[in-house]
């Protein structure tokens, strides 16, 4: 089933997207060389607890953790550890935020210190990626319209677009209808309607699109190695112009 958001259901998640957006603001200091994934996963359950929320993602399907911190070939899912960043690391951090029962999902890339070009390409088209595919959410316009824009600018650069995951509804779950892959044709799949909450966050990768799970049955990684960079935004569609939910200073 596919919800469609009052006003004031949206008002309640941009309450909930604007503490997101501000602890991976706070989180482009503090990430650096020497740092771990476990540190990254308690700075953001700590702030997201003195702000009256809940740290969604733990228990979630029996996830342990506030943050999914995936590392260079870790597409997502990835567990936070004890392994210390090292200078040429790219770092994907994801989170989902439940703030008085409005929910947000977010997840930014970081560049730990001097990290080559080929990575920070991948970063560059990864973002970019993001914005067109939220520039064509519109009403009228369909998820495919997504995809395509994604796809096509992602393949242009080199790159492939990983298929097996995909965005999806948001509120009053984590996870709601309708997917949202980040390939396919124009022109196909449900038509946006106003009052539709979903996230776009596409996963581009330097070498082959498929991955692999980890024995922890969570983390995915590239199957060849290559590294893989995610940006990821929640968005309301409206009338007009899609609003960013999430949206970061500066950004």
């Known amino acids: 089933m596919i919800t469609r958001k009052s006003e004031r259901e949206i008002e309640e ?21 020497g740092v771990t994934g476990m540190e990254v996963d308690q700075f953001f359950e700590k702030r997201i607890k003195e702000a009256g929320g809940i740290p969604a993602q733990i228990g979630y399907e029996g996830y342990k953790y506030a943050t999914c ?38 997840c930014w890339c970081y560049a730990v210190g001097n990290i080559s070009d080929e990575a920070k390409h991948l970063m560059d088209v990864t ?44 509120g009053p779950t984590m996870h ?6 980040h390939y396919g044709k124009a022109n196909t799949g449900l038509r946006l309607r106003p009052g539709m909450t979903i996230t776009i ?8 699109w498929k991955s692999k799970i980890d024995d922890n049955g969570w983390t ?23 609003i960013i939910l999430t949206k970061q200073k500066g950004q």
């Not at 966050?201 to 070498?207: K, Q």
């Open 220 to 242: 995915a990684r590239t199957i060849d190695g290559g590294l893989s960079a995610q940006y990821e935004h929640t968005i309301a569609i409206t009338e007009d112009e899609p």
């Open 69 to 106: 911190v995936s590392v260079n070939d870790e597409i997502c899912h990835g567990f936070p550890t004890d392994y210390a960043f090292k200078d040429g690391d790219i770092v994907k951090v994801d989170t989902v935020i439940d703030l008085d029962g409005a929910f947000s999902d977010s």
């Open 127 to 170: 973002r970019k990626c993001l914005y067109r595919g939220i520039a064509v959410a519109k009403p009228g316009n369909r998820i495919g319209d997504i995809g395509a824009v994604i796809q096509e600018y992602a393949e242009s650069e080199g790159f492939s677009v990983v298929k097996e995951f995909v965005g999806h509804g948001i």
């Open 13 to 33: 998640m941009k309450k909930s997207g604007k503490l997101l957006a501000s602890i991976h603001e706070a989180l482009r200091d503090f990430i650096k060389p």
């Open 201 to 208: 966050e596409p996963m581009i990768n330097t070498g082959h």
């Open 176 to 181: 709601e209808e309708p997917a949202i892959p």
